[in-house]
């Protein structure tokens, strides 16, 4: 069974640090496509970051680049969020999500440019990230 647990949430200050922590567990970390992405009240999900394990390439939205850096842990099979230089408008819950390689998504093309929301399969419960002013 595919699962995802994320961690490491929490209330941080302007200009603070987090590291959230996604675990998984079901399957290995090379076999799928696996993102950060977060939604704020009323606002639509959106992505954070997406990482392709095997060869470490990420991207990451623009509303983050430079503030953020995700990485993993293929000992642990545990994907990172490193987030610096938070803002209030950082604050959402954030979640975890994969989907796995296969036939028509194929992990010798797949790019983590490939990083919407709505083509993950598997969902962690998320975690709630707060930037006060």
């Known amino acids: 069974e595919v699962q995802l647990v994320e961690s490491g949430g929490g209330l941080v200050q302007t200009g603070g640090s987090l590291r959230l922590s996604c675990a998984a567990s079901g399957f290995t970390l090379d076999a799928y496509a696996i993102g950060w992405f977060r939604q704020a009240p009323g606002k639509e999900r959106e992505e954070v970051s997406c990482i392709k394990h095997s060869d470490g390439s990420a991207n990451y939205a623009d509303s983050m680049k430079g503030r953020v850096t995700i990485s993993s842990d293929n000992a642990k099979n545990t994907v990172y969020l490193q987030m610096y230089s938070l803002k209030p408008e950082d604050t959402a819950i954030y979640y975890c999500?994969?989907?796995?390689?296969?036939?028509?998504?194929?992990?010798?093309?797949?790019?983590?440019?490939?990083?919407?929301?709505?083509?993950?399969?598997?969902w962690g419960q998320g975690t709630q990230v707060t930037v006060s002013s």
């Open positions: 999500a994969a989907v796995p390689f296969s036939k028509s998504r194929s992990s010798y093309f797949w790019t983590p440019t490939e990083c919407n929301y709505w083509d993950y399969d598997y």
